[in-house]
């Protein structure tokens, strides 16, 4: 049970950040640079290790922008609610199957990031010494309870290292 907690938050930390970040506006590439610093002086990883997890970062930005470029998300919906909402009655039928693919549309991105996350989460991991995955795991913890991913805020709210609001702290992950 501990390692299905610890694979699902090394993924929460590093790749759900990137989402976060942008979801706040904040730049992914320049925070996937701070996520890399902080890896990189928390466990101590040699020189080959930090050319290999600085690839596979790279992989997370380039995946990440050519997934998200616009950062719709649940705002895509908008336009069909507003048109809905205009007419002299409301379709429910026919918004109800808009939102019903949409919904599809999305689980079929989430699943795909979630395949594409998981195959980088194990690049990384294979790359870490035993002792480095233990400090790794306690970093994720530590995280945790203070309202990272699946921490206090729940899933995906709570990104920041300080407070836990990501945005108002001048940033996620600090």
Known sequence: MKSKFTLAALTAFLALGLAACSHYR???EKQSVYILDKLKSELNL?????????????????FHKANHPNQAGPMAMGGALGNAVKADQLDKTALKA???????????????HMDFMLTKLEEFHKIL?????IKLAKLIEEHHSKGGPGGRMGMGMGMGFGSGHGAGDGGCWR
């Open 26 to 28: 904040m730049d992914p």
């Open 46 to 62: 040699t020189p080959e290790q930090v050319t290999a997890t600085s690839k596979i970062k790279d992989e997370i930005v380039a």
């Open 98 to 112: 808009q939102m019903m693919e949409h919904r599809s549309q999305m689980q079929a991105k989430h699943e795909t």
């Open 129 to 133: 010494t035993p002792e480095q995955r």
